[in-house]
């Protein structure tokens, strides 16, 4: 027997919405998922960095995405674009002109404000003193090399779609696919938002997770559709309960300016609901935007029928670090084992920044051997801690905290069985497993 405390999870109340931010928040910062940024100077307005957990779950959740979006297709091929690139994509995209925000100014405590956001009165103090709205460019501008001229002018991408359209030709023509066929991109964007707020949910610098979906025009209804279907059943697969998802469709004010159709896949977030991927029907408005802007054809001929047509686009397009946020507030519980609290990450294995944790059960001269081959035959499989401090009860409750599925504790009868006792994170539930076989039930409990 490993565990002094056997006794199964108990359900306790989850924490209320506004405890709730905190207590995550809390936890990424002491557990190493999420620092605030340069926090040695003080910070630096809303931005963040990923520590030794947060970069581990954030690169699950994008290769989460990646599975579902292109390894389990045949009709999506991916690309990674140049975050840096050609100022004459935003001028022919049109983000140059239309790729603003409405800024006010409260002219009694000076605070800015995206107009859109705040109803008539200052949030800060209360003032209904505030300037005209104007057009704010969220583009990020900078030059391209030693001189800062008009010439040098470049932008930080503000998202990764425009890659996509620009490489239309180049991935029809050396991947030899036909619409209906797409295109994904996982990276960085950039916009310079008025107002960052609620920890990674809006930041200056972020990750995006794009497929630009290109159909011909007259299926375009249908494909909108179907990845509406698509990606809100990616959120339910991925353990976000279906009360604290919607669909929201955009009503015709609020449409980008390429968009003839947008729906919002929504989380309920703590201060209510709020987006985490739009779905777009984006028409054929970037690539012949581009086309006129370049001289070059972006259409798809069918040499089949003879049929020439510049290919509509349906996007989803979601943001892997708010999504990471999502699926933070959505795994934090709470219970009781034996008695005594804990707090636990029920993440979907594949998210949990380890799916294992290999723990001697002391740091005893027979069992640390043991444990590390142990160990080294997880790591073919998966993604592994190994902890050899304190109690194993407290490394238990350590483990559960940032999510870990699967305890594996190797204890003084292993040296004689060869097997090992897999503890579940949700249930606590302890079952014996010969070491010959534990790869195969890790891959069969985590990787699901
Ligand atoms: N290509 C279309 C596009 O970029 P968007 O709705 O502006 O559409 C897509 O962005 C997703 O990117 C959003 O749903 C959100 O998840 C994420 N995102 C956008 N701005 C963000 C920001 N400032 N911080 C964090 N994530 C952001």
Redesign the pocket.
Same mark, same amino acid.
């Given at each position: 027997m490993t565990d002094p405390g056997t006794d199964l999870a108990t359900p306790r109340s989850t924490p209320q919405a506004s405890d709730l931010m905190e207590r995550v928040v809390n936890l990424c910062k002491r557990r190493g998922f999420i620092f605030p940024s340069a926090e040695i100077y003080g910070g630096f307005r809303s931005t963040y960095d990923y520590g030794p957990l947060g970069v581990l779950m954030l690169r699950n959740v994008k290769d989460a995405w990646w599975r579902a979006m292109v390894q389990q297709r045949d009709d999506v091929v991916g690309l990674d674009a140049a975050i840096l690139s050609s100022p004459r994509i935003w001028e022919a995209s049109g983000h140059l002109a239309n790729f603003t925000d409405p800024l006010v100014d409260c002219r009694s405590c000076h605070e800015r404000w995206r107009a859109d956001k705040i109803g008539d009165a200052c949030p800060n103090c209360g003032s209904t003193d505030l300037t005209e709205p104007r057009a704010f460019n969220l583009m990020f501008k900078t030059y391209a090399g030693p001189l800062e001229s008009d010439a040098t002018v470049a932008y930080l991408r503000p998202?990764? +779609?425009q890659g996509m359209f620009v490489n239309f030709a180049n991935v029809l023509q050396t991947t030899r696919k036909k619409p209906p066929f797409g295109i994904a991109q996982v990276g960085k964007?950039f %916009?310079n938002?008025i107002t960052?707020q609620n920890f990674?949910? %809006?930041? %200056?610098e972020?990750e995006?997770m =794009?497929m630009e979906y290109f159909v011909a025009p007259e299926q375009s209804g249908q494909w909108f559709e179907y990845w509406l279907h698509e990606r809100f059943a990616w959120y339910r697969s991925l353990g976000i309960p279906e009360e604290k998802l919607r669909l929201r469709h955009h009503d015709p004010s609020e449409l980008?300016h390429y968009s003839t159709a947008t729906a919002?896949v929504e989380y309920l977030f703590p201060w209510g609901w709020d =987006?985490?991927?739009?779905i +777009?029907n984006r028409t054929d408005y970037d690539l012949r935007a581009h086309a006129a802007a370049s001289g070059e054809r972006l259409e798809y001929f069918d040499q089949a029928t003879g049929e020439r047509y510049v290919p509509h686009v349906i996007?989803p +397009? +979601?943001?892997a670090? %708010?999504?990471m946020m999502a699926f933070l507030l959505a795994a934090y519980d709470e219970d009781e084992v034996g008695g005594e609290r804990r707090s636990v990450l029920r993440l979907h294995p594949r998210l949990a920044p380890y799916q294992v944790a290999v723990l001697p059960l002391s740091k005893n001269d027979a069992l640390v051997p043991l444990s590390r081959q142990v160990l080294q035959m997880v790591q073919q499989v998966a993604m592994c801690d190994f902890d050899v401090t304190q109690s194993i009860g407290r490394r238990y409750r350590r483990q559960d905290e940032v999510g870990t599925p699967l305890c594996v504790t190797v204890d003084f009868d292993s040296l004689e069985d060869h097997a090992v006792t897999v503890r579940d994170r949700d249930t606590t539930e302890q079952v014996r497993v010969a070491i010959d076989e534990l790869s195969a039930t890790v891959m069969a409990r985590v990787l699901r």
């Open positions: 998202e990764t +779609a964007s %916009r938002e960052p990674v949910f %809006r930041t %200056r972020f995006q =794009e980008s919002d =987006e985490l991927e739009g +777009a996007e +397009a +979601a943001g670090t %708010r999504t």
